[in-house]
């Protein structure tokens, strides 16, 4: 059964560092998105991307954030310059059609531990 | 803002046992919700998806119900066996703004105990 891929599995970086997520979603979605679960809260959404470009962010989604899909297959966020806070675990998901009538599928996850 | 809770918070019962997990969201323009399962340090695992017009979806063992009205939703296990402890999160879409995002609630831990 296809599935959503994730590298790395863990990300250990330095404050002030720069990271990039990669993703691989599931091969005919066509919408992308970027979920993050700080230890012992909610899930929140970051982003969707669609046609190749953002459709919706979050508060959480300013300037240090960045998403890109480089090629037919991969999907990347990008942290510019990482915090403490941005410790977490980053999800990424893919949905055949829009989000308002289709199953959101959800990678393994990386988990993104900065000191 | 779309809240979506679910109390309690963990759960632990006997194998073999029916239950009901709850969900409430204090918005009701929702266009779908669906329940996940998470596994220690893993991802989601979709289970069940409801559209706003649904009042149930079934899959095997587990039922889900959508109360859109009154901002529920219950997911119902028949049967529960050790393999289904994780925590199980639901998830609305809101049918305002560009409608692609998921608001969790913080999901029940369930423990079946064999």
């Known amino acids: 059964e296809p599935e959503v891929t994730q590298t790395p599995s863990h990300q250990v970086t330095q404050m002030g560092q720069e990271v990039i997520l990669r993703c691989v979603p599931i091969?005919?979605?066509?919408?992308f998105y970027w979920y993050r679960q700080i230890l012992g809260q909610k899930v929140e959404f970051l982003v969707s991307?669609?046609?190749?470009?953002?459709?919706?962010k979050s508060e959480i989604f300013d300037d240090q954030f960045s998403v890109e899909r480089p090629d037919g297959s991969n999907f990347t966020l990008k942290i510019r310059s990482t915090k403490l806070e941005d410790s977490a675990m980053y999800f990424c998901?893919?949905?055949?059609?829009?989000?308002?009538?289709?199953?959101?599928?959800f990678g393994p996850g990386t988990r993104l531990t900065v000191l | 803002k779309q809240e979506v809770t679910q109390i309690p918070a963990a759960l632990s019962v006997p194998e073999g046992e029916n239950l009901v997990l709850n969900c409430s969201f204090t918005?009701?323009?929702?266009?779908?919700l669906q329940w996940f399962r998470q596994d220690p340090g893993k991802g989601l695992t979709s289970l069940l998806l409801?559209?706003?017009?649904?009042r149930e979806q079934t899959s095997g063992r587990l039922n889900a119900s959508l109360d859109k009205s009154s901002g529920r939703s219950t997911l119902y296990i028949a049967a529960s066996q050790p393999g289904d402890s994780a925590t199980y999160l639901c998830?609305?879409?809101?049918?305002?703004?560009?409608?692609?995002?998921?608001?969790f609630g913080k999901g029940i831990t369930l423990s079946v105990r064999p």
């Open positions: 998901a893919s949905s055949e059609d829009r989000a308002s009538t289709d199953t959101q599928y």
């Open positions: 091969s005919n979605h066509l919408y």
């Open positions: 991307f669609y046609n190749n470009e953002i459709s919706e």
């Open positions: 918005d009701s323009a929702i266009y779908n």
């Open positions: 409801i559209q706003s017009s649904q």
């Open positions: 998830a609305v879409i809101p049918s305002t703004g560009a409608n692609s995002k998921l608001t």
